[in-house]
């Protein structure tokens, strides 16, 4: 089917206690693989690219290209988001693409500039109404093609203006979540408890590649409502083909088939979670 607005999916997330899944993805047979697993499972599915997974598929029009016509030829309810770009040309640019939500990552900014960037996105999205995420505080780790510094945990007073003053539609929090890998000391559920008193638009968790079911489970029903996973969907592609070609070097054809099927079973996990819409 035709891509959808990725809007209500948030929003019926978020009533329904519940989180939708944001798959990062960089090739055509991770795409391939994520939508094969939103069909199976009757789940809808944003498909994310980042800076480096455009760069390695060919750009916003090209990414939209491919997610609209492999989607096209499926039955799962498929939106289109620009994750983590910092600058408004990246912005700018998928909106013109036509991908269905975007963000803005000033989360290394100091406040101030961090909230003139997320206002002048804003003034991008405003007549499209397309969905824009934001990230306050900042998640730390380890991300290809994110700009990343030294962990800063939000703070909820600071969530409460941050979205008023931009207008965000879904706020991106960091509760000891970190990229690439599992939250360090756990996730911080005081505080994420905290930012859901503050604030009452839908919340962003990154980096739940390493979170068990359980953390995840935690924070959905915190009002967490979209669900960031890029890792895990990359490892389960590397490994499908490191195990393919170390048993038939030199069959591209094969490892990438493999590369999607392990993708496909990543996916069809996280879909199929307590936890998912
Ligand atoms: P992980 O790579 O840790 O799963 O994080 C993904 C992410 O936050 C994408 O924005
Ligand atoms: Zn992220």
Redesign the pocket.
Known sequence: MPLVDPRPIVERAHARGRAVVGANVSTIQMVRGVIQAAESAGRPVLIQFNRSGLSLIGGVDVAMLVVKTIAEESDAHVALHL??ADTLDEISAAINAGFGSVMIDGSTLPFERHLTLAQSARGLTTWSRLPLEAELGH?AGN?AG?TIGDASWTNPDEAARFVEASDVDWLAVAVGNT?GGPAVGGLQIDRLQAIRAAVDVPLVL??ASGLTDEDLFRAVELGVAKI?V?TALHQAAANGMRDYIQQRPGDLRGALQRSEANVAEAATALLTAPWAL
Do not use: I, L, R, S
Request: aromatic share 0%; no cysteine.
């Open positions: 994750d983590h998640v991300e994110v990229h990154h980096g960031n890029g």
